[in-house]
C-alpha cells in the first residue's frame, strides 16, 4: 500500500488529460406526443477536451511525494524488524523445547535414583539398620523426584505448542 502511495503522489505531477462528448435531440410542442411521426426533433452535440497540466505547487506535491517514500522506507524496516523478532522468537522457542526435553532426561535419571535411594532406605529400616525418619526423608525426596518429573513433562508440551504455534506447523 505504501508503493501505491508513492505512486499516487507521483502520478500528481503528470499533465491529466479528459474529454467529454454529449449528445440528443430535443422535441418542442405544446402537447406530448413524442411518437407522434410528424414531430419535429432537434438534434444537438457537444465535445470539448480538458488539459490540466501542473506547473508549479508550491513545493506540496514534492514535500508529500517525499513523505510517501519516507513512509514506504518506514514499512520496509519494519517488515525487516518484525521478520528478525520472528526468527529471534523461534530460535528461542527451539532452544526452550531442546532445554525442556534435556530437562526430562536429567528429572528422569533423578526420579530413578531417588527410586533407589527409596529402596535401600525401605531395606535397611526393615532389616533394622536404618531409622524411620531416613526413610521417610527418602521418601519425600522421592515424591519430589516425581513431582519434578511431572512438571518437567508439562513444561515439554507447553514449549511444544509454542514453538508449534510460532512456526505453525506440527511435528
Known sequence: ???????????????????????????????????KASQE???FSSFGVNVNIPIFSSLGRTAKTQQA???LEKAGE?????????KLQIAAAKSNYKFAIEDYQNKKNNLALAERIEKKNEIKFFEGIGSSFELRQAQTQLYT????L?????DIITTKAELETLINTNF
Do not use: C, H, R
Not at 523426584?145 to 519434578?148: R, Y
Open 1 to 35: 500500500s505504501k508503493e501505491l502511495l508513492v505512486k499516487l503522489e507521483k502520478s500528481k505531477a503528470l499533465p491529466q488529460i479528459s474529454g467529454f462528448f454529449n449528445a440528443g435531440y430535443l422535441g418542442y410542442d405544446n402537447d406530448f406526443n413524442f411518437l
Open 41 to 43: 426533433w432537434y438534434g
Open 69 to 71: 517514500k519516507i513512509e
Open 78 to 86: 519494519n517488515l525487516t524488524e518484525t521478520e528478525q523478532q520472528l
Open 145 to 148: 523426584a516425581q513431582q519434578a
Open 150 to 154: 511431572l512438571q518437567t513433562m508439562l
